[in-house]
């Protein structure tokens, strides 16, 4: 694992921060998220380079991080919630000639 994050520090910290995000998502599976990390780094950084995967990795963090600040207000609305109406389609009918 220390090596995928030296590969990672040569593209910038967003990425650095993106490959340990996996990591520590898939730590059940090391051998997954081993996959997941180095399948980044050698397939997009290769094609897109630092320029790309850098701004890539940054947006990742950065989503990651609102979606898992709001997932307790997510799910507090999603319990509360009222079911709305109902909208009840009429069945087409089979057309024969």
């Excluded at 593209?11 to 997954?32: E, H, K, Q």
């Excluded at 996959?35 to 990651?64: F, M």
């Amino acid at each position: 694992m220390d090596e995928l994050l030296a590969w990672a520090g040569s593209f910038g910290p967003a990425t650095i921060a993106a490959i340990t995000m996996i990591l520590d998502r898939n730590r059940a599976s090391v051998p997954r998220g081993s996959t997941l990390s180095r399948n980044i780094l050698a397939n997009l950084g290769r094609k897109h380079g630092k320029t790309t995967l850098e701004p890539a990795c940054a947006q990742l963090v950065d989503t990651t991080t609102e979606a898992l600040a709001d997932a307790p207000v997510s799910e507090y609305r999603r319990r509360n919630s009222r079911p709305g109406p109902v909208a009840h389609r009429t069945p087409r009918t089979a057309w024969r000639r």
